[in-house]
């Protein structure tokens, strides 16, 4: 998938000063390995839908499913559809 230069500074831009346990590879991937998320009526937020969630660095285990908070998979979920 080919996106645009502003999407491409943009997730650059989410990038720089995270760490990332699985080093990006939702990005890095060209969006084809990403982890599982439904988008949750309440405010936007994600659910996730990984079995490890809880192990995950931007989950937040509050209610089932935790909610996502990585920035990267965000943007990806809200601007793309994944």
């Known amino acids: 998938m080919e996106i645009t230069q502003e999407h491409a ?3 650059e831009e989410l990038m720089m000063g995270l760490e990332c346990p699985k080093e990006f590879i ?3 991937s ?3 390995r ?3 998320v439904r988008k949750s009526g309440k405010a936007g937020f ?3 839908l ?3 969630a809880r192990s995950c660095q931007f ?3 509050f209610g089932d499913p935790p909610v996502c ?3 990267v998979r965000s943007y990806i979920a809200a601007e793309f559809g994944k």
């Open 9 to 11: 500074s943009r997730l």
């Open 26 to 28: 939702c990005h890095k």
């Open 30 to 32: 060209g969006f084809t």
């Open 34 to 36: 990403l982890c599982k």
């Open 46 to 48: 994600l659910e996730c």
């Open 50 to 52: 990984e079995s490890d």
């Open 59 to 61: 989950c937040l285990p």
């Open 69 to 71: 908070l990585c920035p």
